[in-house]
Structure formats: structure tokens, C-alpha cells
């Protein structure tokens, strides 16, 4: 059987497992914790839009978006009702060009992990790059290859995996690990990275020519 559309999914009415009606605890803790709070903000991969509306109720300016027309459709509707100001756009973030002033936080949770393919995931790194402000950060939580097997659950991708594609476009300043939800002690293993703008570009490995 094909694997369904995002569409789809969000079409069918079942409960979805990354659509938890809660905003994303990762993100509230960074928000928490952060001195100089993010004036404009972008999630990719917003989803029905839980997490843009708990940015847009702090005060900030909030882009939420989704390749799922159905999902912008229902995070519209989740905004209309929350009293609170919000833009959703359906667009394909590796392919399709955003007119956006620069934004001071870029977000995903467990969007760059769906792509297969190491150039695809260059190319969404490479993306994030050009939207972010001069103090810019991206905060990405990405399923990761620790923990037991499962048959279910977020893609997994190695820590060499997110470093490759990251490093050459931006500076990572953490990579640890997490789980997905914390409240679960069966939630799937995960990295928690947050990347930042290069002032200056990624230098060579260092080679010794075998020297001590």
C-alpha cells in the first residue's frame, strides 16, 4: 500500500501522534530560557498550528508553515479562535521561495528528519540559513538512533547525519539528547539542536600527517 499524503493524514481524522494539542515543551523551556526574546518567528512543519498560537500569546510576530493544505486549514481555524494573531502559509519548504523578512527563530519538530535523502537535508539547512536574522537561531528536534528498536515512531538519523548537513551552512551551538515528550518514559529518543548564523566559515578538518 502507498504511504499517505501528508494531506491525508491530517484528512483522516485519527489521531496523530505528533499532534498532541499542547505546544511543544522543548520549545516552551528554550522560550523560558532565553534572554532576548524572538520578535519574528518561523515553524516549519507547523502542523494544525498549536505551537505558533503559544508563540504568537508571548508577544512575537508568528509564520506557521505546513505542505499540508489540510493541516493550514485547521491551524487557521485553531487561530481564529484563540483570540491571538497568527499567518499560515501551505508551502513546500525545500522548493518553494518564501518573501520573508529575516526571522530571529526558526523552529521545527521533526521536520528535517523526514527527509531521506542527505541532499534534501542540506538543502532544507541551507534554506533556514537565508531566512535567519543576523543573531538568528534554529531549534530543531530530530529523531535520533538511540534507544531500543522500534517499528514505529519518528525517523532516526545519527548525530553524523545532522552534523554533516548542518556544519557547512551554520554553526551548531547545542546538539544533546532528548526525548520526544518528557512526560512519557517510553517517548522515542531524540537530538535537541540549536543552530546559529556563521560569522565566519566552517574551517577544514585538521589533518596531522599522522604526526603525535
Known amino acids: 500500500m502507498d504511504r499517505p499524503t501528508w494531506n491525508e493524514l491530517y484528512q483522516s481524522g485519527e ?15 528554550f522560550w523560558k530560557s532565553e534572554k532576548q526574546r524572538a520578535r519574528r ?34 491551524a487557521r481555524e485553531r487561530q481564529a479562535h484563540s483570540g491571538v ?3 499560515f502559509k501551505a508551502a513546500d519548504f ?3 521561495d518564501l518573501d520573508e523578512p529575516p526571522f530571529d527563530l526558526v523552529f521545527d519538530r521533526g521536520c528535517f528528519h523526514v527527509f531521506d535523502a542527505a541532499e534534501d537535508r542540506i538543502a532544507f539547512v541551507r534554506n533556514v540559513a537565508r531566512l535567519l536574522g543576523p543573531s538568528g537561531r534554529w531549534l530543531s528536534l530530530i529523531g535520533s538512533t538511540e534507544g531500543a528498536p522500534r517499528e514505529v515512531g519518528p525517523p532516526r538519523r545519527s548525530a553524523r547525519e ?11 551551538v547545542e546538539l544533546r539528547a ?6 512519557s518514559p517510553e517517548a522515542p529518543a531524540a537530538w535537541l539542536c540549536l543552530s546559529a548564523r556563521r560569522d565566519i566559515a566552517a574551517q577544514p578538518s585538521t589533518d596531522f600527517g599522522g604526526r603525535e
Open 15 to 29: 489521531a496523530l501522534p505528533w499532534d498532541t494539542g499542547e505546544p511543544d515543551r522543548h520549545l516552551v523551556a
Open 85 to 87: 494573531t497568527a499567518r
Open 178 to 183: 532528548v526525548e520526544f515528550d518528557a512526560r
Open 94 to 96: 525545500l522548493r518553494d
Open 162 to 172: 545532522v552534523v554533516d548537513a548542518i556544519e557547512p551552512a551554520l554553526r551548531i
Open 41 to 74: 518567528l518561523l515553524e516549519v512543519g507547523c502542523g494544525t498550528g498549536t505551537n505558533c498560537v503559544w508563540l504568537a500569546r508571548q508577544g512575537s510576530e508568528v509564520l506557521g508553515l505546513d505542505v499540508s493544505a489540510a493541516a493550514v486549514e485547521r
